[in-house]
T-cell receptor
């Protein structure tokens, strides 16, 4: 089983749509969770951290379910500029792996007019 | 505000050649990382460093070497280039352990081994 698994998509949605991405992780002792965004042929950039209580940043909502080892990202009112690959990222559980990030393969989103 | 700078941006190597991918950051970050990203795949950690003089292997270290003589620089060395090393390489840094702080990435180096 992969350490971090995402549905690779692609997701094709019209502008204004709501879209949700899911991610599961295998190590129950993982400490920190993030969503990164990667535009085509560009470097990954932090979109938002994911907190246990869930958190929102404008049109983006992230949720974490530690019991199910599941992370989600919800994008409301999609914009053309949201088209990108969304990477689910999990931080190491402890010891020498603490602080090291493990990346999912990414979910491709295309928002069309 | 340069952030993380990688050079070169593109390179084509012949099998068996060697080269060094340069990475420098001006944010005084202790933690630095090298990743590779193959098409349609997530990033895989090659090596990382928690400070000058300290390096450690990541998930896919074979065929690579690193050094960290200063806080700013973290070069990645390919000694005998192989086609399997064709990839996009990203260098990243963070203020503290990546679990609590976001990692800042360079623009990447696109490397082809022919």
């Amino acid at each position: 089983r992969k350490e971090v698994e995402q549905d690779p998509g692609p997701f094709n949605v019209p502008e204004g749509a709501t879209v949700a991405f899911n991610c599961t992780y295998s190590n129950s002792a993982s400490q920190s969770f993030f969503w990164y965004r990667q535009d085509c042929r560009k470097e990954p950039k932090l979109l938002m951290s994911v907190y246990s209580s869930g958190n929102e940043d404008g049109r983006f909502t992230a949720q974490l379910n530690r019991a199910s080892q599941y992370i989600s990202l919800l994008i409301r009112d999609s914009k053309l500029s949201d088209s990108a690959t969304y990477l689910c990222v999990v931080s190491g559980a402890g010891g020498t792996s603490y602080g090291k990030l493990t990346f999912g393969q990414g979910t491709i989103l295309t928002v069309h007019p | 505000n340069a952030g993380v700078t990688q050079t070169p941006k593109f390179r084509i190597l012949k099998i068996g050649q060697s080269m060094t991918l340069q990475c420098t950051q001006d944010m005084n970050h202790n933690y630095m990382y090298w990743y590779r990203q193959d098409p349609g795949m997530g990033l895989k950690l090659i090596y990382y460093s928690v400070g000058a003089g300290i390096t450690d292997k990541g998930e896919v270290p074979n065929g690579y070497n690193v050094s960290r003589s200063t806080t700013e620089d973290f070069p990645l060395r390919l000694e005998l280039a192989a086609p399997s090393q064709t990839s996009v390489y990203f260098c990243a840094s963070s203020y503290s352990k990546g679990g609590n702080q976001p990692q800042h990435f360079g623009d990447g180096t696109r490397l082809s081994i022919l």
